[in-house]
């Protein structure tokens, strides 16, 4: 029997995203990738961008329906949900929230299993945070130079078009 493996994350993928532009492109490409019941846990500090991927990724999803909206921040809502032709799209800012304990009332657990999800701050799910998941992670680069640092990592299985996007 083979030994079972340590993990089924997929290898880290590395890539500088020079300007904005290149972040919405590559959110708009992943946006059409994702499927119901993907989560996408976007981190990063203060201003690194997880808001510009994860508009860029929604209004990809609802041109695609010919539909053009107004994608506010979820900063003060916590979540802001659209409706789509594939399924419900969740957009959550967790950053005000003090920890996992507020999670089940936001309705976020049973939101993971059927709908795309675009999770910024997600160390504040904790225990919480889905087995199956898209980490992203974006950084400001060393010193002065412009652009960011994104790092991502898929767990669980049904990430190739989603990780294929992220490399266009
Ligand atoms: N690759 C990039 N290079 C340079 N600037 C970028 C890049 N991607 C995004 N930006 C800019 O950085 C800023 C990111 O703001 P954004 O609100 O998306 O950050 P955030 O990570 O969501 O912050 P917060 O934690 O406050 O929610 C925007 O002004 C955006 O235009
Ligand atoms: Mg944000």
Not at 32 to 48: I, Q, R, T
Not at 150 to 160: H, I, K, L, S, V
């Amino acid at each position: 029997m083979p030994a079972p493996s340590r993990s089924d994350a997929s290898p880290l993928l590395r890539r500088l995203l020079p300007d904005a532009e290149a972040t919405d492109r590559v959110g708009a490409a992943l946006g059409l990738a994702l499927a119901p019941g993907d989560a996408v846990l976007l981190s990063g500090d203060l201003g690194a961008g997880k808001s510009a991927l994860a508009r860029a990724a929604i209004a990809a999803i609802l041109a695609r329906e010919g539909r053009v909206e107004e994608i506010p921040s979820p900063s003060f809502t916590l979540v802001q949900t659209y409706e789509s032709d594939i399924a419900e799209i969740w957009h959550a800012d967790l950053h005000r929230l003090a920890g996992p304990a507020a999670i089940p009332e936001l309705g976020l657990e049973d939101a993971f299993d059927e709908a795309v999800c675009l999770i910024e701050w997600p160390d504040r799910l904790g225990p919480l945070a889905p087995a199956r998941r898209l980490e992203i992670a974006l950084a400001f680069p060393p010193g002065d130079a412009e652009g960011r640092e994104m790092q991502a990592r898929a767990t669980g299985p049904g990430w190739a078009a989603a990780l294929a996007a992220l490399d266009a």
